[in-house]
């Protein structure tokens, strides 16, 4: 049976469209944030994800690029949304999702297109392979060059990424708890708002939430599974992270962490033994006073 999953932060939404596809005959289910979409993938492979474009605490579009490139994720990506249809076009072409559906067909609509993007119940793989983007979409920006020093990254990004109003956001990826919890405590006493992750999965999950995603990211070169070096690249190759500077850190030499930095596409590097969290509150001062 063609398995179909539904992501939307609304229930009752969710369970509408849930019951309009398992009436036709797929096997569908639905999930409302991240975590509970993480347990959904866990229960087996799906013909398509349908994906909410404006959720509280995550963009749809972002979701797709990080089942893509993280999760390896090879069903069908499609977003759903209410947003007027060319900017929901724009997304889809922009994030590599395979196609998108507008909520305002109704659940008729939805259905159709979903017949459309993977057979009728029961014919199509229920691991179909990615689609190719179209030939147009423009390729992934390429990593900024680093410098030959421990850089001076400008100030935090505006527009989406700051409000003007909301202080600087750091995020401190690092295996060493304490390492990090130092550093979190001087630059939280300097006005900064700062987030801590253990792992790049789930300081993915932190950069993909609006509520929490970084200005800038203090990330550990040396940690297990996927290392600072890869997941630098990641940032760097996502077009919708584009605004997020990354400092690399690291106990390496200093030839060795400027050669890490420039392939990584970093936008510059601290030693581990420099005063890492005064030259990160340097890189992104002034902090504004609280509210």
Known sequence: ????????????????TVRALTAAGYQASGA??????????TEGPAALILMD???????????????????????????????PEHELATKAKT????????????????????????GPPGMESTSPAPSPP????PPASSPPPASSGPATPAAP??????????KPRILIVDDSEMTARIIEADLVAK????????????ATKIILKKQTRPDLVLLDVRMPNVNGEQFCRFIKSNS?????????????????????????????????????????ARELSPAPTQE
């Open 157 to 166: 990004a505006t527009g989406s990424q700051a409000s003007g109003k909301r």
């Open 1 to 16: 049976m063609s398995r179909v999953l539904v992501i939307d932060d609304s229930p009752m939404l969710v369970e509408l």
């Open 32 to 41: 409302v944030d991240l975590a509970s979409l993480e347990q959904k993938l």
């Open 240 to 280: 919708l992270f584009k605004g997020i500077k990354v400092l690399l850190c690291s106990g390496e030499n200093v030839e060795e962490l400027q050669r890490i930095c420039r392939e990584a596409g970093a936008d510059g590097y601290v030693p581990k033994d420099a005063v890492m969290s005064s030259l990160v």
């Open 95 to 118: 994030s590599g999702a395979d196609g998108y559906i507008v909520k305002g067909q109704g659940l008729e609509g939805v259905l159709a297109e979903v017949i459309k993007l993977i």
């Open 191 to 202: 006005g900064f708002e700062v987030h801590y992750a253990d792992t790049a999965d789930k």
């Open 134 to 137: 179209p030939p147009d979409s």
């Open 53 to 83: 474009v404006n959720m509280p605490e995550m963009f749809g579009d972002d979701v797709v690029e990080y089942l893509r490139t993280m999760k390896k994720v090879s069903s069908k990506l499609v977003l759903y949304s209410d947003i």
